[in-house]
């Protein structure tokens, strides 16, 4: 703003250095136009003695007019173009600070989605690492029972997100999505001669093994792909009257992990 007031105020100053100019043009030419017609009143009066060659006549103050018909208009024209740019700057000034607060706004809107979609893709990730993998800790055989017997795996091999209980021997699903889910089992063998079991999705049996024999160990084994709902929970059950064993080998094992939310 300041600069271009200066600027303004130079050409001010230039078009009154030509109107000064002008001037002393206009100057000149009067006094040519008062000595012709100082000579031509002469040539018409010539016995008047009284004339003064100094005096005012008509073709002076004809060139005082056009001094002034140039000069005052030039400084009021650049005086009201100087007081219209100064408007306009204003103008301006205003609408780039209106324009400043509206990107502060869009800024700080930006700065808050981002941190909100961050937080949503902790979130996200986190829930996508669901895995679990655990034994049972026994050097015996558990069973018979004549009840359907919850096994609970005690021997945490692995458990991200933490949401296989070793202490239930459930799994409960963390968010909707599909799920993969495998168990094996074994048995030493004795007079009762079998082993069997579910997998068991809130209460409802899934997938099955089964074994028999006298003679020789059994083992079995079998796996499932659920879809689960929050909250829903997985364990493994041995049947009633069936027995199953393990020793430090870990024979007998469930794990499950989530392939996809949904």
Not at 36 to 62: F, H, I, M, Q
Not at 120 to 127: A, C, F, I, S
Not at 222 to 248: E, F, P
Request: charged residues 15%; contains cysteine; negative net charge.
């Amino acid at each position: 703003m300041e600069r271009v007031t200066v600027i303004i105020l130079i050409c001010l100053l230039a078009g009154l250095s030509e109107c000064e100019e002008g001037g002393d043009q206009n100057q000149i030419n009067q006094n040519l136009i008062t000595e012709l017609s100082y000579e031509d009143t002469k040539a018409e009066n010539n016995n008047d003695v009284s004339a003064d060659p100094g005096s005012e006549t008509p073709a002076t103050r004809t060139a005082n007019k056009t001094t002034d018909h140039l000069c005052e208009p030039n400084i009021y024209m650049v005086l009201k173009e100087l007081g219209a740019l100064e408007e306009r700057q204003k103008a301006t000034v205003r609408a780039l600070e209106e324009t400043n607060t509206k990107l502060e706004a869009s800024e700080k809107k930006v700065a808050a989605l981002n941190s909100t979609l961050t937080e949503l893709r902790t979130t996200y990730e986190g829930q996508r690492q669901v895995a679990f993998s655990a034994a049972l800790p026994t050097e015996a055989t558990i069973g018979p029972a004549n009840v359907l017997y919850p096994l609970v795996y005690r021997h945490v091999l692995y458990n991200v997100g933490g949401h296989y209980s070793p202490v239930t021997g459930y799994f409960t699903a963390p968010v909707q999505g599909v799920y993969y889910f495998t168990f094996s089992s074994f048995w030493w063998g004795g007079n009762t001669g079998n082993s069997g079991g579910s997998l068991y999705h809130n209460g409802n049996p899934i997938v099955s093994w089964y074994g028999y024999s006298r003679a020789h160990p059994i083992s079995g084994s079998n796996s499932a792909v659920l879809m689960l709902q929050v909250g829903d929970m997985v364990n493994v059950r041995l049947w009633g009257n069936r027995q199953i064993s393990d020793n430090g080998n870990k024979y007998c094992t469930f794990t499950g992990f989530l392939l996809f939310p949904m």
